[in-house]
């Protein structure tokens, strides 16, 4: 029981992380049964209410479970390269859109990566440039990520704007519906 409960209180301020919050569930369960049982062993004895024992562990069991829930869906959303919670993929894009030089963004994926540690990728609309100055607005279009968001890694993928239909670099027009 000391030793649960210590870890337990160890690792309260950890929380915050998944892998210490589940090993607090995990201590916080131990701790709790080693105190239902002694206080399910002397309430017996005082009684001889056998039931009482398979309840209490009835009872461990339901709020360990339902503690787990929470580990449980946030560990299947960062699997699931989930968006963070407190991120907006159009918040993300508009501020983006701010940086000088860049014309349009799209294909805008934000995901987690557990313990606040979050990444973007994009595909960002350009005029025509050299080499050094492309660089120049990944870095910035990098701050700005880093900056606004704590997004930590930011993968960017820079497009030329204006290149005619014909260069076959672009999407053609789309196809339109014949009226029938």
């Known amino acids: 029981l000391a030793v649960n409960g210590g870890i337990t209180l160890a690792l309260v301020r950890g929380r915050g992380d998944l892998n210490l919050r589940t090993i607090l569930i995990h201590n ?12 399910g062993a002397v309430f017996i ?7 009482i024992d398979p309840l209490l562990g009835l009872g461990i069991g339901i709020l ?17 390269e989930g968006r963070p919670h407190d991120l907006q993929v159009e918040e993300v894009a508009r501020a983006i859109l701010t940086v000088e030089g860049v014309q349009e963004v799209h294909d805008v994926h934000l995901w987690s990566l557990g313990g606040g540690h979050n990444a973007l990728s994009l ?11 492309c660089e120049c607005l990944m870095e910035a279009i990098r701050q700005v990520a880093a900056k606004q968001f704590h997004i930590e ?10 290149l005619p239909a014909k260069s076959g670099y672009v999407m053609p027009e789309p196809a339109k519906k014949e009226n029938r």
């Open 153 to 162: 890694h930011t993968t960017v993928q820079l497009e030329r704007a204006g």
């Open 123 to 133: 595909h960002a609309r350009i005029p025509d440039m050299h080499m050094e100055e």
């Open 64 to 80: 360990v479970l339902w503690s787990s829930i929470a580990v449980f869906r946030e560990s299947s959303h960062l699997l699931l």
């Open 45 to 51: 004895r005082m009684t001889g209410a056998d039931w």
């Open 28 to 39: 916080f369960g131990d701790a709790i049964s080693n105190i239902a049982i002694i206080v």
